[in-house]
């Protein structure tokens, strides 16, 4: 479709998008922070304990700040994911919140790209809260840890895309059970939340260096320890490749489903 | 932008030109696959006029107004919204037209007033004239003790009317109803009518599908009948009354609908209609009219535009 020049700042439509939804989070705010700091602190505590007493040291680093590393990534793409599905879905599906959108000066590509800021903005915030726990358990190694903010928006984001083209096909919430089944936990077990990827045979770390969590990953496990990441352009290559193929892919599909 | 809404909207600059056009569309077409829902539709809105659309379900009205609002591409045709090609600058179109939709999308995660903050955010309006413009929309709806209820606590009718007070946001030039008042108790219907009539008299441009005669009649300076895609008619209720239908009718019901139709009922100068348990006479002489319906308990109305919306649509159901 044709796009109109003649208004101003197009790139900031998206923001109307982005601030309803932050603001029916503030709506309920309080219950999901306890749980944005609470399952982290619970999985911190219960999985390093335990599993940092039987295993120590690993890569160099306690279990437990090994763990909490992972974590901050793997909650921001669960957070982003869930968001874009179950979320998106229920506001373009059933409450038609999408469509009323629509009925205002506002384009399908307005309405994805402030969902997607959206999505992120909720993996940010519960890699933040993660991060925070972890910090005051004395497992974040210095201020570079900083850096891990902005990199858990871009993975949020990526995985937030991602999700959307499956929310664009779906015709009720069953498919995302089979996505978190058959790509997400996989992807979460396979690209070094748990264990470092070396402990894995060949093929399948070849494979997942395809994927965008462990590039994530590579990323922002370094930050938290207090060292300094490599390869960084490559990592944010991946994520920002996989970010623009879910944006556009989606977008399309969006399109097409509601435009017709 | 003013905000101002419901007393002197931008729209009557519109209106004193008095031949101005708000909508025009010229062999409108929407193809899905091999079937046709909107068949070569040629549209002529007047500024300031009401204007019906109606047709049986599946007529292709929805469609046409998707069209019109550049929410679906047409497949054939142009189109042209208060001086805009649609859906080309569909968007600038957007600022200055509001849109009550068929089935209510009212945000269920807000509140009756934080709808219409939010749906203001749409728009880009803020400011301090928003909370006043806010207030005075609430007034207008009747809405205004009822500002902080959940949406899910309105009734159909306070759904109706805080989706109107919505799509009036933006102090709109043009107004697109669909179905502004179907599964509404009568009360709740009189007070929308009324509502429309204020929007009239502001003259802002209203579109509005029915299935309700009566309130095209009411309420539409012109209407076009649709069936299967295209426009069958389109002129003043009256006039289309005068075009298509005898000006004497008398009803049947029912049993007696029966017992007439058990007799030989050919008469000259007569048209019958049977329609569900209703049996229609036309004629344009009363007394041949009144000697067909012989003894039988009968009803006398003028035509109305029932009438003709059955006449050129047909009486088989429509699903």
Redesign the interface.
Known sequence: ??R?L??PRPSLRFL??W??NF??WR?LMGPSIVGNFGEPLLYLLALGYGFGRMVGEVGGVPYMTFLASGIVVSSAMTAASFEAMYSAFTRMHM???W?????????VEDVVLGELLWAATKALINSTAILLVAAGMGLVGGWQALWVLPVTLLVGFCFAALAMIVTALARNYDVFTYYFTLVLTPMLLLSGVFFPLDSLPAVVVAVVRLLPLAHAIELVRPLVVGGEPTGVLLHLAVLAGYALLGLAVSSRLIERRL?? | MRLDPLGNPSSVAARQDGAAVAVRARGLSKR?GDRVVVDGVDLCVRAGECFGLLGPNGAGKTTTLRML?G???PSAGSIEVLGLPV??????M??RAG?V?Q?D??????TVA?NLA??A????LKGPGLKARIAELLEYAQLADRADAPIQALSGGMKRRLTLARALI?DPALLVLDEPTTGLDPQARQHIWERLRRLLNQGRTLILTTHYMEEAERLCDRAAIMDHGRIVACDSPAALIRAHIEPHVIELRARDADTFLGRPHAFAGVRVEHVGETVLLYAHDRERLLAAAGALPFIQRPANLEDVFLKLTGRELRD
């Open positions: 479709m044709e109109s003649s208004l109307p998008v601030r309803r603001r029916v709506k409450q038609q919140t469509s009323a959108q629509l009925h205002a000066p506002l384009e435009r017709r | 899905y609002l929410l679906t591409p859906p080309a600058r569909a968007r600038e957007r600022r849109v939709p089935f999308n009212l945000d269920p995660d807000f934080e939010t749906y955010s749409y728009f880009g933006n």
